[in-house]
């Protein structure tokens, strides 16, 4: 049985991607069997992955109308060494086509079942909303893990995800919690950064992870290449951090179980 998570924020460009696919990539390098799922109809996790979005036969489009399986959409991630489910455009259809449907919520958390025997970790990349799709993210997952700069605005969006994920653990997934924040895109020499991400630790305790992630150009040219910065630039101090952070959420789910 994996563990199943989901990168979520409601805000865009806050680097829920980004933490997707190191993480995936971080996993798989520490020896762990990794399924990505791209639930963002931008497709960036499964362009990220070298995998083009624009060439997919089938997709998570397929698996949540039931005429594809997992195992008969996943692509492999050749230089990240983990699966994709992958998305594109035709994804955003599915906000609409679900509607009428039984266990909309349901659907990937149905679809996954199948491939519990592959995977140690599943990871779900989540678009900016909660929407029908990041719902059926969460009905999946056992938790979900937050990326997040340090400014001033990140508290205020935060309450509202933190409230979704509490309405989701009690109406429909009695599984879920936060397992962390993550502190991503940080700059230590910004004194607001700082205090924020001090703020964050007193509030949030342990909730918050201990890796930091920097604001690392490397990082952000790495998805050009269709790779994880892990793999495009393993020495760069942006890949450093999220190798640390991979292996303290393989620590994490040690306590989880
Ligand atoms: P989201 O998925 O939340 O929209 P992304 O992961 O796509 O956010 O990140 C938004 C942008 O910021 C992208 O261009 C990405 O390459 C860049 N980025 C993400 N994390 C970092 C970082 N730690 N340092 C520098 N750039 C980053
Ligand atoms: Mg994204």
Redesign the pocket.
Known sequence: MPRIFC?A?Q???????????NLAAGLAQAGQRVLVVDL?P?G??TM?SGIDKRKLELSLYDVLLESASIAEARRRSDKGGYDVLGANRELSGAEIELVPLERRNQRLHDALAATHADYDFVLI?CP?SLSLLTLNGLCSAHGVIV?MQCEYFALEGLSDLVNTIKQVHANLNPQLQVIGLLR???DPRITLQQQVSAQLEAHFGDKVFKAV???????????SYGQA?VVFDPSSK?AL?YIQFAHEMIERIKQLA
């Open positions: 990168i924020n805000k865009g460009g806050v680097g829920k991607t980004t933490t997707t696919v963002d931008q960036n996790a990220g990349d900016p990326p991503v895109m940080y992630i920097p604001r690392n150009v490397r990082l952000a040219e790495a998805p910065g942006g951090a």
